[in-house]
């Protein structure tokens, strides 16, 4: 699985941003494909994550009712709408996907996910 995500930018708070990553080689629907950030001098933290046939969906409580996680099937991409966009937001944000059919309590865990794409620069100004 060979993933490329994009989308972000330089953004005033509270405004929004779109980001896509998308996905070749994948296997099966029922495997999730998630958003990590990491800031500087932090170690990486989960953003959400979505089985590609929507059957589960998981959000971290800074990202809960601010981003929505989506996936576009027939394209094999996976976007992260990000509102009310706040500074600490500021992070790189990674796409990364699974190969194996997590039950919903894992699809957080960053050791659960076999590829990653690059990361795109999400920088939010007060």
């Known amino acids: 699985v060979q993933l490329q995500a994009s989308g972000g930018g330089l953004v005033q708070a509270g405004g929004s941003l779109r980001l896509s990553c998308a996905a070749s080689?994948?296997?099966?629907?029922?495997?999730?494909i998630a958003w990590f950030r990491q800031s500087l001098g932090k170690e990486r933290e989960f953003v959400a994550s979505?089985?590609?046939?929507?059957?589960?969906?998981r959000y971290s409580d800074p990202a809960r009712g601010r981003f929505t996680i989506s996936t576009d099937n027939a394209k094999n991409t996976v976007h992260l709408q990000m509102n009310n966009l706040k500074p600490e937001d500021t992070a790189v944000y990674y796409c990364?996907?699974?190969?194996?059919?997590?039950?919903?309590?894992?699809?957080?865990?960053?050791?659960?996910?076999?590829?990653w794409g690059q990361g795109t620069l999400v920088t939010v100004s007060s």
């Open positions: 990364a996907a699974s190969s194996s059919r997590l039950p919903s309590g894992l699809m957080a865990e960053r050791t659960r996910y076999d590829y």
């Open positions: 080689g994948r296997a099966s629907n029922d495997y999730p």
């Open positions: 979505r089985k590609w046939n929507g059957a589960s969906t």
